[in-house]
C-alpha cells in the first residue's frame, strides 16, 4: 500500500482519536437507547439497500447506517454517536466479508471522523451565534449537511489517493451517481434525531415506518429496473441478431451484384474480385482502420457495377473504342455511383466506386478532380485497378509482366497515381514478391474465384497472401 494512503489513514487516526477523547463522556450516554441506536447501526451495515444508478446498467449495494450516525449524533448526542460509529466501523468491516486490518483501520477512523468533524463544525456554529435563534429543527438540518460534505469529503481524498484522478471526475463518477441517496438518507437521521429528542424513545415508532418504507421503495424500484435492464439487453441481443441478419443481407445483396456483372461479362468479375483483395492489401499497408479496409473491399468488388447499363456493343468491342463510345463508357463510374448511392449502409462505397477513375493530376473522369480532392480510399482503388487492367489479358491485348507494371506506376506516379499509394505498392511488391500479382483472367479458366467472395469479406484473399510477409488482416 501506498505510503501516502497509510499517512492518511494516521492522520485520519490522529483527528478521530483525539476529538473522541475530548468529548467523550460516559455520564451522558443513554443507556435505554444506545442499544437501539447500535442495533439499528447492525442492521444498517447488515441489510444494504440494493439501487441502480441513472443512466448505468451497475446494480449496486449502500448502507443506511448514514440514517443512523447522523439521528445518534443529532437526537443523542456526541458520545453516543462516537460509541454508535465505532461499533459501525466495525461491523462493515467484517460483514458481509473480513477485510484486511488496513481497510478495517481505514472504516473505523473514517466513521469516528465524520461523525467528530461534523460536531466541531456544528459546536463552533453555535459558539459564534451562527445559529443562535434558530429553531431547533433547523439546527438539526444542518447537521445532516455538514455530515454529508465531511464524509463524502473524507472519501474523496481517499479515492484521490488510490486512483490518482483529479477530484472532478471523481465527483462525477463516484459521488453525483449516489448523491440523491446520501441526501435522503441524510434528512432522514436528522427527522429521525429530532422526533428522538423531542419525544424519547416512542419516536423511534413513526420514524422506523417512515425508514421502513422508504427501503422497500429503493428495493422495489431496484427490482423494477433490473427486470427493465433485461428486456433491454433480450432487446439489444435482439436488435444485434437483426442487425447481423440486414449485413449477411448486405453481403448477399453484393453477391448478387457482382453476379450480375459477371452474368454479362466473366473476366470483370475474376477483375473486380482481384482489385478487392489489391485494394484492401494496399490499405492494410497505408495503415487504413477496419472500417476504411471493409470499405474498400467492398468498392473493389463493386467499382464496376456502373457498366452494366453500358450498351455490350460498347463493352465488348475488340479494338479501340471511338470518341463518341469512349464517352458512353466513362459514364460507369457515376452510374454505380448513383446505383449504390440509394443504400444509406454503402454510401461510402458509392463515393469510392464513382471517384475510382480519378486521377492525382486532374486528368480523370468523371469529374476532373486533383488530389486531396479526391479521397485517399479512390487513389487505393484507382491503383488496384489500373494494375490489374496492366497485368491481366484481355481479347484485345496481352498480359503484361509485374515489372513493366511498376516501371508504369514509377512513371505516372505524382501524375496519374497518388505518390503515397505507389509507394505503398512498391513496399508491398517488396514484401511479397512477383508471384503474389496474378492475370484475373486466369481465375476464370482455374474456378479460383468461384465461392470466394465470403472467403474475401473475412480474409485477404489471393496469392498476395501466400507471402508470410504480408499479414492476413481480417478487413471486418
Known amino acids: 500500500m501506498q505510503l501516502s494512503i497509510k499517512i492518511y489513514i494516521f492522520i485520519l487516526a490522529a483527528i478521530s482519536i483525539s476529538f473522541s477523547l475530548l468529548w467523550f463522556d460516559p455520564s451522558s450516554m443513554h443507556m435505554l437507547t444506545l442499544p437501539l441506536f447500535i442495533l439499528l447501526m447492525i442492521l444498517g451495515e447488515a441489510y444494504?439497500?440494493?439501487?441502480?444508478?441513472?443512466d448505468s446498467k451497475e446494480y449496486v449495494k449502500i448502507s443506511w447506517s448514514l440514517v443512523v450516525s447522523i439521528s445518534v449524533l443529532a437526537g443523542s448526542g456526541i458520545t453516543d454517536a462516537i460509541i454508535v460509529n465505532l461499533i459501525g466501523g466495525i461491523i462493515c468491516s467484517l460483514y458481509p466479508k473480513r477485510l484486511p486490518l488496513i481497510k478495517v483501520f481505514y472504516n473505523i477512523f473514517s466513521?469516528?471522523?465524520?461523525?467528530?468533524?461534523?460536531?466541531?463544525?456544528?459546536?463552533?456554529?453555535?459558539?459564534?451565534h451562527i445559529l443562535s435563534g434558530s429553531s431547533?429543527?433547523?439546527?438539526?438540518?444542518?447537521?445532516?449537511?455538514i455530515y454529508l460534505i465531511v464524509n463524502c469529503t473524507i472519501n474523496l481524498v481517499l479515492l484521490n489517493l488510490v486512483t490518482k484522478k483529479n477530484f472532478m471526475q471523481l465527483v462525477n463518477n463516484m459521488i453525483m451517481p449516489h448523491l440523491h441517496h446520501f441526501i435522503l438518507f441524510s434528512f432522514i437521521g436528522g427527522i429521525q434525531g429530532y422526533f428522538y429528542k423531542e419525544n424519547g424513545i416512542f419516536a423511534f415508532i413513526p420514524t422506523s415506518i417512515l425508514i421502513g418504507i422508504v427501503l422497500y421503495s429503493f428495493r422495489n424500484n431496484a427490482h423494477y429496473a433490473n427486470e427493465r435492464i433485461m428486456e433491454l439487453e433480450s432487446s439489444n441481443r435482439n436488435m444485434e441478431k437483426l442487425a447481423e441478419a440486414l449485413d449477411q443481407t448486405l453481403d448477399e445483396f453484393i453477391m448478387t451484384l457482382t453476379a450480375t456483372i459477371d452474368a454479362r461479362d466473366p473476366y470483370t468479375y475474376g477483375h473486380s474480385l482481384q482489385v478487392s483483395n489489391y485494394a484492401v492489401a494496399l490499405a492494410t499497408e497505408l495503415k487504413f482502420n477496419e472500417e476504411e479496409i471493409e470499405t474498400i473491399r467492398i468498392a473493389g468488388l463493386l467499382h464496376d457495377i456502373g457498366k452494366i447499363s453500358i450498351p455490350e456493343e460498347i463493352l465488348f468491342k475488340e479494338?479501340?473504342?471511338?470518341?463518341?463510345?469512349?464517352?458512353?463508357?466513362k459514364k460507369h463510374p457515376v452510374i454505380g455511383e448513383e446505383i449504390l448511392s440509394d443504400i444509406p449502409k454503402l454510401s461510402k462505397v458509392a463515393e469510392l466506386v464513382g471517384m475510382h477513375h480519378e486521377r492525382y493530376n486532374g486528368s480523370g473522369y468523371p469529374r476532373s478532380l486533383v488530389e486531396k480532392q479526391i479521397p485517399l480510399g479512390a487513389h487505393v482503388l484507382g491503383v488496384a485497378d489500373t494494375l490489374?487492367?496492366?497485368?491481366?489479358?484481355?481479347?484485345?491485348?496481352?498480359?503484361?509482366?509485374?515489372?513493366?507494371?511498376m516501371t508504369e506506376f514509377s512513371r505516372c506516379r505524382g501524375t496519374d497515381f497518388h505518390p503515397t499509394v505507389v509507394d505503398a505498392l512498391f513496399k508491398l511488391r517488396t514484401r511479397a514478391g512477383d508471384e503474389a500479382f496474378l492475370n484475373s483472367a486466369t481465375l476464370i479458366d482455374s474456378s479460383l474465384i468461384k465461392g470466394k467472395i465470403k472467403t474475401?469479406?473475412?480474409?485477404?484473399?489471393?496469392?498476395?497472401?501466400?507471402?508470410?510477409?504480408?499479414?492476413?488482416?481480417?478487413?471486418q
Open 456 to 475: 474475401n469479406r473475412g480474409y485477404l484473399y489471393n496469392n498476395i497472401n501466400k507471402k508470410q510477409n504480408l499479414i492476413l488482416t481480417r478487413a
Open 319 to 329: 479494338g479501340r473504342l471511338t470518341s463518341e463510345e469512349y464517352e458512353i463508357m
Open 136 to 145: 431547533y429543527l433547523f439546527e438539526l438540518l444542518v447537521i445532516p449537511l
Open 388 to 405: 490489374d487492367a496492366i497485368l491481366s489479358s484481355r481479347s484485345y491485348k496481352k498480359e503484361r509482366t509485374v515489372e513493366e507494371a
Open 111 to 128: 466513521y469516528l471522523s465524520s461523525m467528530t468533524i461534523t460536531y466541531l463544525f456544528y459546536k463552533s456554529l453555535k459558539e459564534v
Open 48 to 54: 444494504k439497500i440494493p439501487v441502480i444508478l441513472y
